[in-house]
DNA sequence: CTTTTCAATTAGATTAGTCTAAATCAGCGT
DNA sequence: ACGCTGATTTAGACTAATCTAATTGAAAAG
């Protein structure tokens, strides 16, 4: 069995592999998970004698198909609780992620199962990061840039926004910017801000690291999507 | 901060202070829990020094008011998880116990709220254990006694019933005997064995530990107690 | 008032996960 | 090619929770 301790690095492993260009580095590891850089040296040794992770010494590591199922299997349960709390027990959008943080780690294949059929299998999660399925596939993203990507005068779908700050999701919740909704473009401002109009018509102006939490996709390549599938 | 393994030794330590006579002696708790005799010293060693029990050496340890606390917010935990799990996600009256006993650590006072709101504040849960209030009120049990207690030919009510194995809770759930039903002892066999007639009409035989799980009490004695409250 | 018995504690070791401080290695800049 | 620098690993220590083996103590039996 693997502790909750180590799901999380594989976790974050798997996060990170995705950002940027694998191997990982330890001190990446350490910095993402909070802890100092030996431990996280010491950890990925254990994962690596395990075979989840492939380890080059001064190196880094990457996640082997089984370290990538754990990842998954972690993710899977992660987002289908935030889901289930904010859908089942009203939880808002913006408190989920610290609640599921935990109980990914905790929960039976049955409560997974259970969850998943009283959601109806949904496919993504309410920051519209999608689920991974319960034979934990590998993921492929939903191709989207930050919002100020696509430059000005442009009619944008939210596909998701980034869950890692309650408060900046406290803050884009309140001026009505969801995955689903589509807005506009206004100016982007060199100062660092971005203004964009809903479709309600109110205008909401945007710092920087928050426009960045924001990942938009043209609604043209999304409706091609959906008829594919 | 408590752990989960203090947490489980209070709840133990609280569970065999109702059974027997305090103090709870340190191989009891050894037995409960399933660790070795020196495991359970140091451990209530360290919850003497953390004031959530008494401790007498070579004596035993009684709950401190702050380790009930304690103990009954955990207990309150495991039975809303429980019927929860039964009410809102389907689970089989036999399997929560499981999972409650793990998830009852993790859960935060958000999710415990929440979840006690969506099943309306129940004050029993599925076993027809009495559920401690948000406030952590003292408990009162339930007077209820074993099937075999009450002689032949009594009407009774199931008060609750042993939660400790889940094999037991499939047998009686699948014989129709759940809290809330009414059924009259039959016979009751020198052999170790208990026969009751439940309103159906259908006769059930139950060995004696069986039997044991099975705790009611008289149905005027609860209509009186409605009538209290 | 001894002796015996067995529960309880002490002693000492182990594992997981973490830390700080010290040593070392890889890769760049000259 | 050489050495500097910063990332990485090694060394050594700590805490929580557990174990086995040895010791001690309380309380019953004689
Ligand atoms: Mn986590
Ligand atoms: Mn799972
Ligand atoms: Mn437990
Ligand atoms: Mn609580």
Redesign the pocket.
Known sequence: M?????E??LKAIYRLERDGTPPV????I?DT??????????????LADRELVE??????VTLTPEGETVALEVIRHHRLLETFLTEELGYDWSEVHEEAEILEHHISEEFERRVAAALDNPDVDPHGDPIPSDTLDPIDDIPASALADYGEGRRLLVARVRDRDPEELTYLDGAGIRPGVELVVEEVAPIGMVTVRLDSGETVALPDHIADAVQVRSPEDAADEVSEA
């Open positions: 693997l502790s909750a301790k180590m999380d690095y580095a330890t001190s990446t350490a998970l909070d802890v100092a850089p030996p431990t996280a040296t010491s950890m990925v040794e254990t380890r080059e010494k001064y190196k880094g």
